[in-house]
């Protein structure tokens, strides 16, 4: 069947799906009906891998086509995880330091710029800091 839509052709072929009427029927508003089953159901393949608590499963009975199996993600040394938990700890020190200095500038009423000055001029982390506003209390021994 050719269709038109939007000025673009195409073809349509509708599944053709092959029922039995079944036994169970009756009238309903003066009108005949009757339950249809399908004589085979239909499979559908599933278009992508399915996965559930990162399991990955399937129907029985059914391939996905063309998948490819995942690539192996390359293990992270002792040194490059130490390396990013360091720099996350020291940047969020660097926030809540920041955040203390512009209340405290913000208390005392002093100007907005005096709020930006220590960090955008030095860029470091005052060295007593860490030792007396750390979030770990019980950790530092």
Same mark, same amino acid.
């Given at each position: 069947?050719?269709?038109?839509?939007?000025?673009?052709?195409?073809?349509?072929?509708?599944?053709?799906?092959?029922?039995?009427?079944?036994?169970?029927?009756?009238?309903?508003?003066?009108?005949?009906?009757?339950?249809?089953?399908?004589?085979?159901?239909? /499979?559908?393949?599933?278009?992508?891998?399915?996965?559930?608590?990162?399991?990955?499963?399937?129907?029985?009975?059914?391939? /996905?086509?063309?998948?490819?199996?995942?690539?192996?993600?390359?293990?992270?040394?002792?040194?490059?995880?130490?390396?990013?938990?360091?720099?996350?700890?020291?940047?969020?020190?660097?926030?809540?330091?920041?955040?203390?200095?512009?209340?405290?500038?913000?208390?005392?009423?002093?100007?907005?710029?005096?709020?930006?000055?220590?960090?955008?001029?030095?860029?470091? /982390?005052?060295?007593?800091?860490?030792?007396?506003?750390?979030?770990?209390?019980?950790?530092?021994?």
């Amino acid at each position: 069947m050719k269709l038109t839509y939007r000025g673009v052709s195409y073809e349509y072929n509708p599944i053709v799906v092959e029922t039995t009427t079944g036994e169970v029927g009756g009238k309903y508003r003066s009108r005949d009906w009757r339950f249809r089953n399908l004589k085979k159901p239909p /499979i559908l393949v599933p278009r992508a891998n399915l996965t559930y608590r990162g399991v990955t499963y399937n129907k029985p009975d059914t391939a /996905i086509p063309g998948t490819a199996a995942p690539e192996a993600t390359p293990a992270v040394s002792m040194a490059d995880k130490a390396r990013t938990l360091m720099a996350d700890r020291t940047q969020a020190v660097k926030k809540r330091q920041q955040s203390l200095l512009s209340r405290a500038v913000e208390e005392i009423g002093a100007t907005d710029e005096v709020s930006k000055h220590w960090t955008h001029i030095q860029g470091q /982390i005052q060295p007593t800091f860490r030792d007396n506003y750390n979030r770990f209390g019980g950790a530092v021994s």
